[in-house]
């Protein structure tokens, strides 16, 4: 049984409608249907896949000195309208330049501080 790809992420916040609303306004994702779970939470997608899960939770998980998962990437388009719209909204972010790769990684924080980089191919 091969992997075939990365189905979702699964992020804890106690900021559950702010995390809501960067993931759709800042990342383009779409708010969607989500399983009747007993917690609260939501599922954002892109296109017809659920790839953000958000959970909430009462206290917001600390940021751990020495975390496993460092970050996760998605693949974008439209790169310069992309980090328009970043500044626009005062979100810093750092480029780095994968040259051997063709791919340019555009790093940002979601509003919990979750680091994220979205990925344009040249």
């Known amino acids: 049984m091969p992997i075939q790809s990365l189905d979702h992420v699964n992020v804890r916040t106690a900021n559950l409608e702010r995390m809501i609303a960067w993931y759709r306004d800042i990342l383009g994702l779409t708010l969607g249907p ?14 017809d896949v659920a ?6 939770v009462s206290d917001q998980p600390g940021m751990a000195e020495q975390l ?9 388009t439209d790169k ?13 972010s750092r480029l780095n330049t994968l040259t051997d790769f063709g791919i340019t990684q555009v790093n940002i924080h979601d509003p919990d501080g979750n680091h994220i980089h979205v990925d344009f191919r040249d």
Do not use: C, M, T
Request: hydrophobic content about 50%.
């Open 34 to 47: 989500r399983p009747n779970f007993s917690f609260g939470g939501a599922w954002l997608y892109a296109g």
């Open 51 to 56: 790839i953000v899960h958000l959970v909430e």
């Open 68 to 76: 496993q998962l460092e970050h996760f990437a998605l693949a974008g």
């Open 80 to 92: 310069d309208g992309f980090i328009d719209k970043l500044e626009a909204n005062g979100i810093p």
